[in-house]
């Protein structure tokens, strides 16, 4: 008999890795960068083939999570979007 995955175990919050967001289990893939690279149009194949380093069912399980927990991807896709501005307005000004 093939060996089962319990796919409440592809997904997990560690505080100590990406500052506790939810990501792939033995990665450092969060599930923030799988729905960013979706919302750009990726389907999860292409997702799994440009990260190189997540198989399919973990891009399934990162866009399940994304979809059941939106508000909460969202929010962390509208911080980093803020840091970057941050970093964008700074590195103007110093140039």
Known sequence: M???TDIGTLIVKTP???GGRPRIAGTRV???RIAAWYRKGLNAEEVAER???V???QV???LTYYHVNQSE????LEEEKAQYKQLSASAGQSA
């Open 2 to 4: 093939p060996a089962t």
């Open 16 to 18: 100590e890795t990406l």
């Open 30 to 32: 969060s599930v923030q």
């Open 51 to 53: 990260i190189g380093i």
């Open 55 to 57: 198989n399919l069912a």
């Open 60 to 62: 399934y399980a990162a």
């Open 73 to 76: 991807i969202e929010a962390y």
